[in-house]
C-alpha cells in the first residue's frame, strides 16, 4: 500500500535559518505530491504540490521537487519566518476514482525570533 | 480559508450521547470527506462523498454515522462513542473532474472532540 514517512518533530529553528523537513513515499502507481500545513488552531491549507516526476511546487517562499528516483518530496525554505510555525504535512495521492490523500505523521515546526 | 466551514469547533460529549458535526462548503465542489486527526498519528480518511453518494467507507465503526444531503453539506452524526475517539474531526471538499479524478482537497478548520 501507499505510505509517506516524514522526518519526525519537532523542529525548532531561528528566524533566517534554512528549512528542511525530509519526506518520502512508498506508492504502486505514480502519485501526485502536496505540502499542507496546518497553523495552530486552523484546518490543514494547502501549501504547494507537484504531479509529476521533476516538478517543483512552490508557494510563499517554500519549494519542494518531486523526485522519482528517490522517492522524495523534501520541503525546503531558504529564510524561515516566525509566522512560518505550525505543522507540515506531506501526503501523497493516486486516482483510484476519488483522490485517497495519504499522509504523513506531521512534522511541528516553531521558529524563534 | 473561508471556504469551507466546521461547526461545532469544539464538543464534549458522554459515551451515551447523540451528536452531530457539521461542515459547509462554499467552493461550488461536488465532493466531500470526513478526517479524523489523532494525536501522533496520520490522517485518516473516514468516509468519501461523490456528488451525494458515499464512494468510501473506510472500515468506521457504525458508532460514526454519516449523511450528505447535498453536494454542499456533510454532517457526521456520532453515537455511543469510545474516550478513544476523541480527536480532531476534519471535512474537506474537492471538484470532481474528468474521468472521476478529484482536484485539490480544502479542508475546514475542524471540530475538537473529548468523549469523556
Same mark, same amino acid.
Given at each position: 500500500?501507499?505510505?509517506?514517512?516524514?522526518?519526525?518533530?519537532?523542529?525548532?529553528?531561528?528566524?533566517?535559518?534554512?528549512?528542511?523537513?525530509?519526506?518520502?513515499?512508498?506508492?504502486?502507481?505514480?502519485?501526485?505530491?502536496?505540502?499542507?500545513?496546518? &497553523?495552530?488552531? =486552523?484546518?490543514?491549507?494547502?501549501? @504547494?504540490?507537484?504531479?509529476?516526476?521533476?516538478?517543483?511546487? +512552490?508557494?510563499?517562499? *517554500?519549494?519542494?521537487? &518531486?523526485?522519482? =528516483?528517490?522517492?522524495?518530496?523534501? @520541503?525546503?525554505?531558504?529564510?524561515?519566518?516566525?509566522?512560518? +510555525?505550525?505543522?507540515? *504535512?506531506?501526503?501523497?495521492?493516486?486516482?483510484?476514482?476519488?483522490?485517497?490523500?495519504?499522509?504523513?505523521?506531521?512534522?511541528?515546526?516553531?521558529?524563534?525570533? | 480559508?473561508?471556504?469551507?466551514?466546521?461547526?461545532?469547533?469544539?464538543?464534549?460529549?458522554?459515551?451515551?450521547?447523540?451528536?452531530?458535526?457539521?461542515?459547509?462548503?462554499?467552493?461550488?465542489?461536488?465532493?466531500?470527506?470526513?478526517?479524523?486527526?489523532?494525536?501522533?498519528?496520520?490522517?485518516?480518511?473516514?468516509?468519501?462523498?461523490?456528488?451525494?453518494?458515499?464512494?468510501?467507507?473506510?472500515?468506521?465503526?457504525?458508532?460514526?454515522?454519516?449523511?450528505?444531503?447535498?453536494?454542499?453539506?456533510?454532517?457526521?452524526?456520532?453515537?455511543?462513542?469510545?474516550?478513544?475517539?476523541?480527536?480532531?474531526?476534519?471535512?474537506?471538499?474537492?471538484?470532481?473532474?474528468?474521468?472521476?479524478?478529484?482536484?485539490?482537497?480544502?479542508?475546514?478548520?475542524?471540530?475538537?472532540?473529548?468523549?469523556?
Amino acid at each position: 500500500g501507499n505510505s509517506v514517512t516524514q522526518m519526525e518533530g519537532p523542529v525548532t529553528l531561528s528566524e533566517e535559518a534554512f528549512l528542511t523537513i525530509n519526506c518520502t513515499y512508498t506508492a504502486t502507481g505514480y502519485p501526485s505530491l502536496f505540502w499542507y500545513v496546518q &497553523y495552530p488552531g =486552523e484546518g490543514l491549507q494547502l501549501l @504547494l504540490k507537484a504531479t509529476k516526476a521533476d516538478d517543483k511546487g +512552490s508557494n510563499k517562499g *517554500f519549494e519542494a521537487t &518531486y523526485r522519482k =528516483e528517490t522517492t522524495s518530496f523534501h @520541503l525546503e525554505k531558504g529564510s524561515v519566518q516566525v509566522s512560518d +510555525s505550525a505543522v507540515y *504535512f506531506c501526503a501523497l495521492s493516486e486516482y483510484f476514482g476519488n483522490e485517497k490523500l495519504t499522509f504523513g505523521t506531521g512534522t511541528r515546526l516553531t521558529i524563534i525570533p | 480559508e473561508t471556504g469551507v466551514t466546521q461547526t461545532p469547533r469544539h464538543l464534549v460529549m458522554g459515551m451515551t450521547n447523540k451528536k452531530s458535526l457539521k461542515c459547509e462548503q462554499h467552493l461550488g465542489h461536488n465532493a466531500m470527506y470526513w478526517y479524523k486527526q489523532s494525536a501522533k498519528k496520520p490522517l485518516e480518511l473516514m468516509f468519501v462523498y461523490n456528488f451525494k453518494e458515499q464512494t468510501e467507507n473506510n472500515s468506521v465503526p457504525s458508532r460514526f454515522s454519516p449523511e450528505c444531503p447535498n453536494s454542499s453539506h456533510l454532517f457526521l452524526h456520532l453515537h455511543t462513542l469510545q474516550p478513544e475517539d476523541s480527536a480532531l474531526y476534519l471535512c474537506a471538499s474537492s471538484q470532481v473532474v474528468s474521468g472521476g479524478n478529484t482536484d485539490t482537497q480544502y479542508f475546514g478548520p475542524g471540530t475538537r472532540l473529548t468523549v469523556l
